[in-house]
């Protein structure tokens, strides 16, 4: 089994906060939003082939990096968490819960959705694996820069047009391609958000393009009555990044409601 790359913050506990980022970035998205959470036991994970985490040589496959994750969480000791993902990293809790569904105490789903994607989506992935993998390299993402962020972060929030630039730039190309199939042919996950039964989050920027807000309802209804949905205003795709305080306080509350 590959280890995946599992950075610890706040106090030592055996029933962590998990966080997984979005596409194609790391760990190191979630930041702003540990900085809020010192209480709180935080492991931020690192996809296959992004940050400090190798490349996976199997087919792309979300239920494979699923997988990994479960066993990087074992050799760990850990057993039970709150699992907490961003877009791609809600994809990859999915495919978790799916698979390990007695590992959750509680799941988060920021910005994402339980759909699989239409042919003109998946065909869109395929293209964009394939620049990666040729001579546009991490160019491939760069017109990302406009949906991923909000209308007020775009007019507002310059340094974190920047800094989202910059980590569209240094994004290696390999995982791109990767995680780009994988997500390609994620299936529809609803019927296994129904089979879960832990308090939940549905969270979504109201200015998010690429999440719409009738995806984050069939999820919240999915999850049942122990969701709360919180909508944020003034945040887009990337909530975390854009409004870190208010996904933070999210975040806490999911953690104190999955308290035994
Ligand atoms: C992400 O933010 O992880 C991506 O936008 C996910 C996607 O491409 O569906």
Not at 140 to 147: E, F, G, L, N, T
Not at 149 to 170: N, S
């Amino acid at each position: 089994m590959t280890t995946l790359a599992l950075h610890r913050f706040g106090p030592a506990s055996d029933v962590p906060v998990v966080l997984l980022h979005a596409f194609p970035l790391d760990s190191r998205m979630w930041e702003a939003v540990i900085a809020q959470l010192g209480d709180v036991p935080v492991i931020a994970v690192d996809a296959p082939g992004f940050g400090k985490s190798p490349l996976l040589t199997a087919e792309p496959d979300l239920a494979v990096y699923a997988d990994q994750l479960a066993g990087s969480l074992a050799n760990e000791g850990i057993n039970s968490a709150v699992v907490v993902g961003l877009s791609m990293g809600g994809y990859a809790a999915m495919a978790l819960s799916a698979t390990h569904p007695k590992l959750f105490c509680g799941i988060g789903l920021l910005d994402t959705k339980a759909s699989a994607d239409d042919d003109a989506a998946q065909a869109n992935r395929l293209s964009v694996a394939e620049a990666a993998e040729g001579s546009a390299g991490s160019d491939a993402v760069a017109p990302m820069i406009q949906a991923v962020l909000g209308a007020t972060t775009h007019q507002e929030r310059p340094e974190i047009v920047e800094v989202m630039r910059t980590w569209l730039a240094e994004a290696p190309p390999h995982a791109i391609a990767w995680a780009q199939r994988a997500m390609a042919a994620r299936p529809d996950r609803h019927d296994d958000l129904a089979k879960l039964k832990v308090p939940a989050l549905v969270l979504r920027g109201d200015e998010d393009e690429m999440s719409p807000a009738q995806e984050a309802h069939t999820m919240a209804e999915a999850l049942g009555p122990d969701t709360q949905l919180v909508t944020i205003p003034r945040a887009g795709h990337m909530s975390a990044i854009e409004t870190p305080d208010q996904v933070a306080i999210a975040i806490r509350s999911l953690y104190l409601r999955a308290q035994p």
